[in-house]
């Protein structure tokens, strides 16, 4: 008999879960296609927004659960399959226009290399008529980009899908291969193939035999099955075009374009320019053309100065046979004929090697074309040469141009120019960011450390410190002394501060001269290789390298330098040309000087009837009218025409020359407009110019990219040092060194750097004042020197350990002696006798004693040699306390003083920042001459001699100018029948018989008077010009010149200003001042710039340095704030400062006396106490007095000296007496009224009317009192007095203030004025040019115009008496109020006589008021009258009034975009704009509002904005709510419940998403979704019982002990089974008979609502009987317990089946789901019977564990 039991229940569990699983893929087999197509759409999707393909959110809503790691598996590569397309077209796109092939970082990058290189390949087989398809094949991606490219530029090729292995394949398709997606049709049952566009109007699908045809979205099949018909028939461009070019309705969205030459802005709708040069999509031929960009299209500058203009005729193909030309590309430009040249490149098979053709490109000696004739370009007979190469005759195949090495400067500055197959590209020299303290090398292209002490970037105080260079920073190490240095270095007098030992130039260094070369270091020198002329030392590479002589522009001007291993060439380049309009300077190519066309005959102006006048560069031909009046005042006007040349405007960087009409490049180097500095030399090249260093930089040393100068490598650094285990790298200047490290307290021997000696710190006076500095080992001691005790201070870190030997008791150690009571050794006190000298103090220690010298008084320093106190120079050693900049210190005996530093000559101190001198502008005192006139310096001034004036001219003295003399007002010269005109340095008489303005000519005539070139003309000179016209002249104003220039008063044009020769400039000190055309330039090198001011290599200048920033100031920080100014700073106090003792208080304003004592500020001994003192404070100890001083002083501890005391302070003098201190002592003088008697002594009061010492009056009578007296009248007062008993005197009565005056009584026109003893009345004045009027009150008298206040009444002005207020020709007469100009010339209507009498004018109507305009009417004026017109916005009505011009209804839909509301305004409209959008700057246009940026917080998560609104979105895990504005998160636990498991385990939802938990007895496995159940049996003995047996569940485990039954012992074979002891039993012995033959145990864990199959039932346990056919087996199953906790429905017998699968075999089944946490016992009773008869029984019991959980 055996039973089976499930003993591996993980079994029971996959074999369940796989038949599940089976069932499912075996259901769902055939729904996977549109998963698939599903989930690509949604991943294709994904991919054009431009999302990572990584972060595709999951789960996918609309599949189900068991799809979903298909789904998204599908996603993932119809999203990569996107990027790579895109990547793909992008990389063939670039190889069309030529550009180099690179990998791409964006998604499917690497694709972007693949497709272009492969197209270059196909572009060049193509090209040359080698065919497309070929039996080789690259692989994918690169056949299909190969073939593609070919096929579009092979000759006679015309078709887009080629015919690759019987499929037709698309080849604007990445993943090339069958269109239709099931089937492989053949050509001939292609249909789509065989009638490619021509059987559906949108996409064909071959079907078998046939074809449909579908749409694209936005548009509906028709009803014949062939055209699409658009869903929203409104085209949305027209309503609302929001593009700037061209707009397209897909029906899906509003698509935008450009015209060709436009490329789509980032915002996809306006149109931006495309700089084809810059991108290298041009058509100009490499090495022979320079590419000039325009607007919309592009130019080619030819060699000889011409303009092509392929991109005007770019994007077109023109049929030539067979083949396409595409006019984008240069050569066939050229070919199919252009304005500027034309060129045939055919070969002519009789004539090998022959080119023929009207012209050929380069062959002129164009700069940097070199010419060679087998490399001319031709076209073989197979096909054409592709851009950037070369047909070579010699080997009939199409070589590679090497650009680079063609056409120099192609690059322009800051790129190196790399050649590549077929074009070049340009380098930019890669800048890394460094982090401070370092500056990027362009050599070693690396980081390397900024030597701050080298370049003076640190902030060290050079005379107390040394500046150490460190890796990325520096360190200020304190000196020993103010001359001592460090090794490698020595004191420079004359620079007060250590410099470097140059061992080289004073040779003190050990390099082998013929082998080696010395190279100097900071601090140090090295020996590096001695090297060949034409080479030198690498120190990076360490050995000899070609030197570069062409840096240093060895060359002639002209002259091209070419490197060469170990020297170099110079080669002749064809010489520069100056601009249009410009010429060589003194002949020569040095620079360029203005052509005066017009004096040198240039100029193409008419002879007769116009007139030259030259400007800058150019010239100008202006009209002159000949005009002739006969005697009967009619005018006969000459013709006249103009003749000018046409200038062609040329690119920035060359020149019109008027020679060749033709576009030259401009030698910027040799005209001088190069911004170069002095260390740098200009390189011209084609269009531009480059500026490289002059000098070459040593070995050690490399170039700084920043500020062009040689720069310390820093070999530690950079790695490039080889140091020993144990040795620190150090950088010097130029090398560096190895050295060992110190300790603390030591420093490396300068004699030997492997050594180190102890640091004598004392030699830095690190000790506090009054201290004494002691050096031990390592460290120092400070101690404190006193007369009474002594205290020590030890600075270290290491403790001694004195040890002494016992000695017998006979004698004792040196400095001890036996005490006669205890017999002990003890201490001898020295210090008791006179053991030092007279300046030490003795200091007892235990066995000896010191003797320590005393401090010196301030401002002394003790010598260490001869112990005296020497004075310390403040001044040398930088420890005084004078303004940086303004004062300058000297230096006394104990201190010093600072005196004010005197400012340089031509400066002076500014008064409102001292710091700062200023220039001193000496032409105020004006020290020239009258001939000269005086301009102003910086620091300086000069006299320029002025042009002596010419005859008719006087200088005037204010203005050094020379002014016209009016001789016809100061001398008359003409004749009472001439009227005298005034000239411009002369005059002339004309005759009376013609008008102003004309005069006779030989005929007798009257012709018009050139007064512009007569000089008869008013107009002021240079700012206005004289303009001729029909009678008269007119002054035109001329516009002021440009900043920089300053028009000629001669030649009225506009010429530059010299700001460096005149010193206008405002170019700091140590900048140099470079002049150039309308400006200047400040240049300045590193070593140039002056103290206050720092080198800015990027602008070349030398700028201020910021010390309150940088911390450089010497500013006292917590009492002074500092403040920058130019070159220098100023420290400004807080508060004011104090003397030594004392504070500021900010209550009192004032200093008062720190009280040491109670601050516990003092440093007395134990025995002693403070006594505080008037800014000190004193220790005393009881009955000691610390200094013996006079009587009337008192001694000054920290003064050191007896100071006066002042007794006065206690009032020591007697009531009437005064105290006055005295030095040394007081005295006690009278108060005033008293005096002292000679017999007491003490001062008595005086009687001063006794003595008669008073003041009183005779009507007064004098009373004593004490110290004084009074007065007191004795006398009444008088009327108009009043008596002041107070004082005894009598008062006079102010009657007007009393108001006991009478002066109403005449008028308030009279008022009071009061007298001594009286008062008057008078009548009221009233200041000038006012008068009194009847109410007493004073009026300004106002006068009528013409009439002015006179002796308080208004007469007549007469003006013609006072001046001349009529202008010339006319009569004053004067009128009352007025007067009038009676003209002597007769002026028609609409003309009076202009303001010098000498013609007749138009009068401005419109400018006087005299017009009759009416209403809002505009006047305009007019010769001899004006008009009225409307202003802009009304229009004329019927009775000629303006009104309002509706636009809106004129025009409805023009005046405002679409996006508007047109609303119609006085006068004018506006535009309102929808909701959505906002106005623009021109008013009338709309804007979409991007409500993502202007409104923050418009949406939750993401918002998009679209055309007039915007559309908020949410991220992955979170909904949209209803206020389609707000995000909610997604509980996915509870969206999933019930439609699928998302973990197999506990679903935890989260913001966004959601996690996978396991409960105890899990762990979750690396898919994050999964938990999966920890076999506890697996670790070892968990259960430790004898008999208990481990049984692992779902989520724990179960220790059970199997406890046989009596009359049963455990089966040794099966350790789950308990069978009987013996199985014999007596014949009627039933009961034993019925007992079991055995007990079987068995376990079986199960998880929770287990799901059941479609059959209903899950097998769980196996019993079988004995197979002998005469064998009757019975089963019965019983459930014997179930123990569920509360709330958990406990399982029965119906939750179990038993069923007999043969007739010895039963199986249980579960047919029920059981819910867990419980456990369940079941008894399975086997019965066997033998021919019907009961021969025993087995009982098997099974113990079901079920887990809480469902997995």
Request: a negative charge; hydrophobic letters at 25%; proline letters at 4%.
């Amino acid at each position: 008999m055996r039973s089976r039991t499930m003993k591996r229940p993980l079994r029971v569990r996959l074999g369940v879960y796989t038949a599940l699983l089976l069932l499912l893929f075996t259901a769902t087999a055939g729904d996977l296609e549109p998963t698939f197509g599903r989930c690509c759409a949604y991943g294709a999707n994904w991919a054009r927004e431009a999302q990572q393909c990584s972060t595709f959110p999951a789960p996918v809503s609309g599949i189900p659960s068991e799809h979903q790691s298909i789904c998204i598996t599908a996603a993932g590569i119809c999203c990569l399959r996107y990027f790579r397309d895109e990547q793909c077209q992008k990389g063939k796109q670039a190889a069309q226009v030529g550009q180099d092939c690179v990998s791409s970082s964006n998604q499917g990058g690497e694709y972007f290399k693949d497709c272009c290189q492969g197209c270059k390949l196909g572009l060049f087989s193509g090209s040359m008529g080698m065919g497309c398809n070929m039996g080789f094949k690259f692989g994918f991606p690169w056949d299909s980009a190969f073939v593609q490219c070919c096929m579009q530029v092979a000759p006679g090729s015309a078709a887009s899908f080629p015919d690759i292995g019987n499929k037709l394949v698309d080849l604007n398709n990445l993943y090339p291969g069958v269109i239709s997606t099931t089937l492989t049709y053949s050509e001939s049952d292609d249909l789509c193939a065989r009638f490619a566009g021509k059987l559906c109007a949108h996409v064909c699908v071959p079907t078998p035999g046939s074809y449909r045809c579908q749409c694209r979205a936005g548009f509906t099949l028709s009803t014949d099955n062939k055209s699409c018909i658009q869903d929203a028939l409104i085209d949305r461009c027209r309503q609302n075009n929001p593009c700037a070019h061209i707009c397209r309705d897909t029906g899906v969205s509003i698509e935008c374009s450009c015209n060709p030459g436009y490329n789509l802005a980032p915002d996809q709708r306006t149109c931006e320019d495309v700089n084809e040069c810059s991108s290298g999509v041009h058509g100009c031929l490499p090495g022979e053309q320079v590419c000039y960009n325009q607007i919309g299209s592009y130019a080619c500058i030819n060699a000889d100065g011409s303009l092509s203009s392929p991109g005007g005729v770019q994007h077109q193909t023109v049929s030539t046979g067979s083949a396409t030309t595409h006019l984008g590309d240069a050569r066939a430009g050229a070919a199919l004929g252009s304005s500027s040249y034309d060129i045939n490149n055919e070969v002519d098979p009789g004539i090998p090697g022959s080119i023929l053709g009207r012209g050929a490109l380069g062959v002129q000696g164009f700069p940097g074309t070199r010419v060679e004739h087998r490399y001319l370009d031709a076209t073989h007979s197979q096909g054409r040469c592709p851009p950037g190469y070369n047909f070579n005759l010699d080997t009939i195949v199409c070589d590679d141009v090497d650009e680079c090495e063609v056409t120099s400067g192609l690059c322009g500055r800051g790129a190196v120019c790399q050649n590549t197959i077929g074009s070049y590209t340009c380098a930019h020299i890669p800048v890394a960011d460094c982090p401070p303290g370092f500056a990027f090398d362009l050599n070693q292209q690396s980081c390397l450390d900024i030597d701050e002490c080298l370049d003076g970037s640190n902030n060290c105080n050079q005379t107390t410190h040394f500046c150490i260079n460190t890796n990325g920073a520096f360190t200020c190490q304190q000196k020993g002394g103010p001359t001592d240095c460090i090794a490698g270095y020595k004191y420079s007098s004359q620079q007060q501060t250590c410099v470097d030992v140059d061992e080289c130039l004073e040779e003190l260094h050990g390099c082998n001269p013929e082998e080696e070369t010395c190279r100097n270091t900071a601090g140090a020198y090295e020996c590096d290789i001695k090297c060949d002329d034409g080479f030198h030392f690498s120190l990076s590479l360490q050995t000899c390298v070609d030197q570069d002589e062409c840096v240093e522009l060895p060359c002639e001007s002209g002259w091209q330098c070419h490197n060469t291993a170990g020297s170099y060439q110079c080669l002749e380049l064809p010489r520069a040309f100056c601009p249009a309009g410009y010429k060589p300077l003194n002949g020569t190519v040095s620079g360029c000087e203005d052509v005066d066309e017009c004096a040198e005959n240039l100029h193409t102006c008419h002879s007769l009837n116009e007139i030259c006048i030259n400007e800058i560069g150019k010239y100008r031909c202006e009209p002159t009218s000949t005009n002739e009046v006969d005697e009967g005042s009619k005018f006969e006007i000459l013709t006249h025409a103009t003749f000018q040349t046409p200038v062609q405007e040329c690119p920035e960087g060359f020149g019109f020359d008027l020679n060749t009409s033709q576009c030259l490049d401009i030698d910027e180097c040799s005209t001088n407009l190069d911004d170069c500095s002095v260390s740098e030399r200009c390189i011209n090249t084609l269009g531009s110019y480059t500026c490289r260093l002059r000098r070459r930089c040593s070995a050690g040393y490399a170039t700084d990219l920043i500020t062009g100068e040689c720069k310390d490598v820093d070999e530690c650094a950079t790695g490039i040092a080889s140091c020993l285990p144990g040795q620190i790298c150090f950088n010097t200047e130029g090398a560096f060194e190895c050295r060992v490290e110190c300790q603390d307290g030591f420093r490396y021997d300068p004699t030997d750097a492997a050594v180190c000696v102890d640091i004598d710190e004392c030699l830095e006076s690190p000790c506090e004042f009054g201290k004494l500095c002691t050096n031990i080992e390592g460290s120092y001691i400070c101690t404190s020197v006193t007369t009474q005790s002594t205290r020590t201070t030890t600075f270290t870190t290491t403790s001694a350990t004195t040890t002494t030997t016992s000695r017998p008791p006979s004698s004792c150690p040196s400095g001890f002696g036996r005490n006669p009571n205890s017999l002990q050794c003890e201490d001898i006190d020295e210090c008791r006798n006179q053991v030092c000298e007279p300046e030490q103090s003795c200091q007892n220690s235990y066995g000896s004693y010191r003797c320590i010298w005393l401090p010196c008084d301030r401002g002394y320093t003790r010598d260490s040699l001869t112990h005296e106190c020497q004075d310390i120079d403040e001044c040398e050693e930088g420890l005084h306390s004078c303004q940086v900049g303004v004062e300058q210190c000297v230096n006394n005996p104990g201190g010093h003083t600072c005196q004010p530093q005197p400012c340089a000559s031509g400066f002076t101190r500014d008064s409102l920042d001292p710091r700062q001198c200023i220039d001193i502008d000496e032409c105020k005192l004006a020290p020239c001459g009258p001939e000269e006139e005086c301009i102003n310096s910086n620091g300086s001034f000069r006299c320029r001699h002025l042009t002596p004036c010419s005859p008719g001219f006087r200088r005037d003295e204010e203005s050094k100018e020379c002014k016209d003399i009016d001789e016809c007002i100061e001398n008359a010269p003409c004749t009472r029948e001439e009227r005298c005109v005034n000239t411009f340095g002369s005059y002339r008489c004309r005759s009376l018989d013609c008008n102003a303005g004309y005069q006779r000519d030989e005929q007798g005539r009257c012709r018009d008077v050139d007064e512009c070139v007569t000089g008869e003309h008013t107009c002021q000179v240079p700012k206005e010009e004289c303009i001729n016209t029909q009678g008269s002249y007119r002054c035109k104003t001329l516009p002021e010149c440009p900043r920089g220039l300053i028009r000629d008063p001669s030649l009225l044009r506009c010429v530059d200003v010299d700001e460096c020769t005149e010193g206008t400039h405002d170019c700091h000190e140590g900048e140099r001042c470079y002049n150039q055309y309308g400006t200047y330039k400040c240049r300045a090198s590193s070593n140039s710039c002056t103290k206050g001011f720092r080198y800015n290599a990027y602008q070349r200048r030398c700028k201020d340095i910021d010390e309150c920033a940088e911390k450089a100031d010497t500013c006292e920080g917590s009492t002074q704030t500092c403040v920058n100014s130019v070159g220098s700073f100023r420290c400004i106090d807080r508060q004011p400062t104090c003397d030594f003792g004392f504070q500021y208080d900010e209550e009192l304003k004032a200093c008062v006396d720190i009280d040491e004592c109670r601050k516990n500020l003092d440093d007395c001994e134990d025995g002693q106490y403070c006594v505080n003192t008037l800014g000190s404070y004193q220790c005393q100890t009881e009955g000691t007095a610390t200094q013996t001083c006079h009587p009337g002083f008192t001694f000054n501890m920290t003064a050191r000296v007896c100071l006066d005391i002042d007794e006065c302070i206690s009032n020591p003098c007697p009531e009437n007496e005064i105290c006055e201190n005295t030095h040394g002592s007081f005295r006690c003088n009278c108060r005033t009224g008293f005096s002292r008697e000679e017999s007491s002594k003490k001062c008595e009061d005086q009687n001063e009317c006794q003595l008669g010492s008073h003041t009183c009056s005779q009507s007064q009578r004098c009373d004593n009192t004490i110290g004084s007296f009074v007065c007191i009248r004795i006398a009444g007062c008088g009327t108009g007095y009043t008596l002041n008993h107070n004082t005894g005197e009598c008062d006079d009565n102010d009657e007007c203030k009393l108001n006991t005056h009478d002066c109403n009584q005449l008028g308030p026109k009279y008022q009071c004025f009061n007298i001594r003893g009286s008062f008057r009345c008078k009548e009221k004045t009233c200041p000038q040019n006012q008068i009194l009027i009847q109410s007493g009150l004073c009026i300004n008298l106002t006068c009528d115009k013409g009439f002015r206040p006179i002796e308080g009444i208004c007469q007549d002005i007469n003006e013609c008496a006072e001046g001349i207020p009529c202008q010339r020709n006319e009569q004053c007469i004067n009128t009352r109020g007025s007067y009038t100009c009676r003209s002597l010339l007769n002026c028609g209507a609409g003309y009076q006589m202009n303001e010098y009498g000498t013609q007749c004018i138009d009068i401005d109507e419109c400018a006087d008021g005299t017009h009759q305009c009416r209403g809002n009417q505009v006047c305009s004026n007019r010769q001899g009258g004006y008009i009225c017109q409307c202003p802009t916005g009304f229009k004329f009505n019927e009775i000629r009034q303006c009104q309002d011009f509706n636009e809106c209804e004129t025009y409805p839909g023009s005046v405002c975009s679409g996006n508007a509301v047109c609303e119609n305004t006085e006068g004018s409209f506006r535009c309102n704009c929808k909701e959505g959008f906002k106005q623009s700057n021109d008013g009338r246009t709309c804007l979409d509002v991007n409500e993502c940026i202007e409104i923050p917080g418009i949406c939750h998560h993401n918002c998009i904005n679209v055309w007039g609104s915007h559309q908020c979105t949410c991220r992955a895990g979170h909904n949209l709510a209803r206020d389609n504005r707000t995000c909610s998160d997604i509980n996915e636990c509870e969206e999933y419940r019930g439609r699928g498991r998302l973990c197999i385990g506990i679903c935890v939802n989260t913001i966004g998403t959601f996690k996978c938990s396991c409960p105890d007895g899990y762990n979750l496995v690396a898919d994050g979704r999964t938990c999966k159940d920890i076999n506890e049996c697996d670790s070892g003995n968990v259960c430790r019982g004898e008999n208990e047996h481990c049984v692992n569940t779902h989520g724990g485990y179960k220790c059970n002990s199997i406890t046989c039954p009596a009359n049963y012992i455990r089966d040794t074979r099966h350790k789950n089974r308990c069978k009987k002891v013996s199985l014999y039993c007596l014949e009627d012995d039933e009961s034993c008979h019925r007992e079991p033959l055995s007990y079987s145990y068995n376990f079986l864990p199960l998880v929770s609502n287990l799901s059941l199959p479609t059959t209903g039932q899950v097998d769980l346990f196996t019993m079988r009987g004995p197979l002998w056919l005469s064998t009757t087996v019975q089963f019965e199953l019983e459930l014997e317990s179930a123990r569920a906790p509360l709330g958990v429905e406990a399982a029965t017998r119906e939750f179990f089946y038993l069923k007999h699968t043969s007739f010895n075999q039963a199986v249980i089944s579960l047919v029920k789901s059981i819910s867990g946490p419980q456990e369940i016992q079941l008894v399975l009773n086997m019965q066997l019977y033998q021919q019907g008869k009961y021969t025993g029984s087995a009982i098997a019991k099974l113990l079901i564990y079920v887990s809480e959980y469902d997995f």
